[in-house]
């Protein structure tokens, strides 16, 4: 079965960068699977910032960005602030009307 | 504005059954699907299944396939989950959301969640 892959964490100082991945154990990720990315903090609803590889989502600053590099999907966060810190989830699209979600990310902003 | 207001916490016994609701506002129910979503505590986002608002079309994860039907009552603007077979692993907060099966349909809506305890 295949699983969708995430860092387990992310540490980023104030007002870096910091590249997030999504990958798979089997193959490479493509746009064919519309890379969505949530954002979670504790006690809250998910909240989506990016669908379709690289739509933001209404009201989602422009320093959330997402991409395909190489063979995942990426998800970067330029100029991270404060309120960042989260635990961002990918979503990849596995075809048959079914999903998968990663395994998340916990950022740290530090 | 778009709203999705999901039913209350519930506790149930191993082997029961839980029907949790998200009411819909806000917008034109059949013109989005509704994609339900649990999280374990202490754990990550699962995506369990989607269903069409318009043509009543789901599909489930493989991991819950057999124990659970999405169903849309297109006259209340509600779409409903049904988990059959509970076991202490179905312990989750259950959140719906205005979203297509890959989340790709526009802007997404989530619901404030529910808590579904399953306790002996």
Known sequence: QTVVTQEPSFSVSPGGTVTLTCGLTSGSVSTTY?????QQTPGQP?????YGTNTRSSGVPDRFSGSILGNKAALTITGAQADDESDYYCVLY???????????TKVTVL | QVQLVQSGAEVKKPGASVRVSCKTS????????????????????EWMGWISTYHGHSAYA??????????????TSTAYLEL????????AVYYCARADS????G?????????VTVSS
Do not use: C
Request: overall charge neutral; proline content about 4%; charged content about 15%.
């Open chain 2, 84 to 91: 059959r077979g509970l076991t202490f692993d179905d312990t």
């Open chain 2, 102 to 105: 890959h989340f790709d349909s």
């Open chain 1, 34 to 38: 519309f890379p969505s990315w949530h």
């Open chain 2, 62 to 75: 493989r991991k819950i396939q057999g124990r659970v039907t999405m169903t849309a009552d297109t006259s």
């Open chain 2, 26 to 45: 806000g917008y034109t129910f059949t013109n989005y699907d509704i994609t339900w979503v649990r999280q374990a505590p202490g754990q990550g986002l």
């Open chain 1, 46 to 50: 998910p909240r989506t910032l990016i």
């Open chain 2, 107 to 115: 802007e997404v809506h989530w619901g404030q969640g529910t808590l």
């Open chain 1, 94 to 104: 596995m075809g048959s009307g079914i999903s998968v979600f990663g395994t998340g």
